[in-house]
């Protein structure tokens, strides 16, 4: 007997009002589709099939990564019908397990719990006691409790409207009955669909027990159906991944303003202020510290490293002890070892900065590389690119640029070089001496400023 998961995503999703099929929206950074893939793969099922329909192409495409079976339900007539066009690849003695595209926060606890109880009967059901249950399926139980059928809202009595326990439309069931039970589904019903919460009558009917578990978190069960619930769901997968962080160890300035779209690690004691935004693989060392406002992607930053406010990390990796920012940007394939310093107004692109060197302020280093203790002044602009291609620059260890120096690149500076602000270099600049290249200064004595002419024109009356 081996697991099987049913994602059911065919729907259309008109409520999102978007070209964009729903669940390939984003939560988190990554599709709605994702997240139920990702929760489905922990509990090691033998096949995932995933019943598409709307905007199959570019579903399928999104998800080439995925080994899936996909099965396509060209027209949606019910989730009775969807659930039905996988049984083909189902046997008998296999448990099914159904999912939805569009319920992104469902917990493996609460799944493992489901499945638990399907081991002991064919057919298990996830409920829920709502406050407000409009719009979703109710629970109907005899007098002793055992579950009788779900009516769904638009076929529900004034009576059965009262009943406030509801189907989630999480199931569980043994794949033989169930596959007796949708060839006898019918669709006379208000919607004309083919439900496959009928499923449920149908068992009782032939005298098997239904059980039913419900969710270990309310949030679980939440479905996106517009961009409000998105959103909504976007919050409270944040508020759970900051807590997640916090359990872990992160000191987070204000667990509401910080957005995780990815994985970030972390190691001992580091401290994360407002408005972070973290994408694809970040990992932080121990004791990092991140100011306010800073969007981080793919980095890794080692141990005791800070970054101030306002900083932009891409694709970079930061040696411990190094400072960044406030205002910098780190773009992709640069490297900073050890203790580093990188001011405000600071751009590094596709460079390489060893060990202690520094570049506080307004320069743009890119398609460098730079040796250890490097002091670059104020307004350093690597020349990298002539129109057509890009060039190296090479700086030796131990060298000092002047403030307001352009490299024009390809160009090498050996060690110990010193090279005195404002100087344009065009050439290669020999170790452990000055160099520069300026203009002489001149002053031209007496000389006056240009006075205003009296205004000519036609004469007025
Ligand atoms: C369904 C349940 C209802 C439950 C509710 C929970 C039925 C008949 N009703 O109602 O009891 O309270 O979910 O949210 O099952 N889908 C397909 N193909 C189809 C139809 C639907 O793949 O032909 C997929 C949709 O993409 C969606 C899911 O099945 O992911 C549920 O369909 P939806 O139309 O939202 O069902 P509800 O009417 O909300
Ligand atoms: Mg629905």
Known sequence: MSLSVVILAAGQGTRMRSALPKILHPLGGMPLLQHVINVARQLDPANIHVVYGHGAEQVREAFAHESLNWVLQDRQLGTGHALDQVMPSLSDQDTVLVLYGDVPLIGTGTLQALLDQAAATPLAVLTAELADPHGYGRMLRDSHGRLTGIVEQKDASAEQLEIREINTGFLAANVGHLRRWLSRLDNSNAQGEYYLTDVVAMAAGEGIDVASSSAGEASEILGVNDRVQLAALERIYQRNRATQLMRDGVTLADPARLDLRGELRAGIDCAVDVNVVFEGIVRLGDRVRIGPNCFIKNATVGDDVEIFANCVIEDGMIGNGSRIGPFARIRPQTRLAEQVHIGNFVEIKKSHIAAGSKVNHLSYI????????????????????DGANKHLTEIGNDVFVGSDTQFIAPVKVGDGATIGAGSTIT?????????????????????????KKPESGPAQD
Do not use: F
Request: positive net charge.
């Open 427 to 451: 050439r290669d600049v020999p170790a452990n001496e000055l160099t520069l290249s300026r203009c002489p200064q001149q002053t031209r004595p007496g000389w006056k400023r240009p006075v």
């Open 366 to 385: 890119g398609d460098t590389n730079m040796g250890s203790r490097v002091n670059i002044g104020a307004g350093t602009i690597t020349c990298n690119y």
